[in-house]
């Protein structure tokens, strides 16, 4: 599985942006598929995980919770993270990462394939 991550920019505080994860492959529907993010300084992070198929399951960071969505669809291959009422804590890497495991993982050392990433940046 190949992953292209887009949608990242420059926001103000309280803001909102909409990330994008392409992903080729016929397999796209078996995956789980996660954003994580990186800041300066900072190990990468669990932001949010989508179960594979149906998208029913979703898990979020309790730093996102109420505010980010992620959500996908197998016929476009593609996997979104929107994002509303951002903080300038949210500044940092975005990447969408695929797990092919049965169970929803939040460690990133769980995901075979990522993406190359996309820069958000919040200013307050």
């Known amino acids: 599985v190949q992953l292209q991550a887009s949608g990242g920019g420059l926001v103000q505080a309280g803001g909102s942006l909409r990330l994008s994860c392409a992903a080729s492959?016929?397999?796209?529907?078996?995956?789980?598929m996660g954003w994580f993010r990186q800041a300066p300084g900072k190990e990468r992070e669990f932001v949010a995980v989508?179960?594979?198929?149906?998208?029913?399951?979703?898990l979020y960071s309790d730093s996102v919770k109420g505010r980010f969505t992620i959500s996908r669809d197998n016929a476009k291959n593609t996997v979104v993270l929107e994002m509303n009422s951002l903080k300038p804590e949210d500044t940092a890497v975005y990447y969408c990462?695929?797990?092919?495991?049965?169970?929803?993982?939040?460690?990133?050392?769980?995901?075979?394939?990522w993406g190359q990433g996309t820069q958000v940046t919040v200013s307050s």
């Open positions: 990462a695929a797990d092919g495991q049965y169970q929803l993982n939040r460690d990133s050392n769980e995901y075979a394939y």
């Open positions: 989508v179960s594979s198929r149906s998208g029913s399951t979703k």
């Open positions: 492959g016929r397999t796209f529907s078996s995956y789980n």
